[in-house]
Nanobody, 124 residues
Framework: VQLQASGGGLVQAGGSLRLSCAAS????????VAWFRQAPGKEREFVGA????????YYADSVKGRFTISRDNLKSTVYLQMNSLKPEDTADYYC??????????????????WGQGTQVTVSS
């Protein structure tokens, strides 16, 4: 499966953005999809994941209550809705897919397919 992330941009603190991760491949609905982010000078970190049906999600504590992951398997797309953005959310955001994986897989090594990053900048 091939992934392409989009939707990044510049937003003021307190604002919202929605990222998209478009996938190609007939078996997209069999993949758990996660979002990771990497801030300048920091290691890439797990943001959250959605199960292959969309019925289960899991989030890092740092974004819980502010970010929501959803998916539309008919459109082969996963979304990351980010609300109440903070300057510390500034990072490159990546989507990744894991075949039949658990939403609680928060390690990069669990994910076999990655999209390119999309940059999110939150100004104070």
């Amino acid at each position: 499966v091939q992934l392409q992330a989009s939707g990044g941009g510049l937003v003021q603190a307190g604002g919202s953005l929605r990222l998209s991760c478009a996938a190609s491949g007939r078996t997209f609905s069999s993949y758990t999809v996660a979002w990771f982010r990497q801030a300048p000078g920091k290691e890439r970190e797990f943001v959250g994941a959605v199960s292959w049906t969309g019925g289960s999600t899991y989030y890092a504590d740092s974004v819980k209550g502010r970010f929501t992951i959803s998916r539309d398997n008919l459109k082969s797309t996963v979304y990351l809705q980010m609300n109440s953005l903070k300057p510390e959310d500034t990072a490159d955001y990546y989507c990744a897919a894991d075949f039949w994986g658990s939403t609680r897989n928060d390690q990069e090594t669990n994910y076999d397919y990655w999209g390119q990053g999309t940059q999110v900048t939150v100004s104070s």
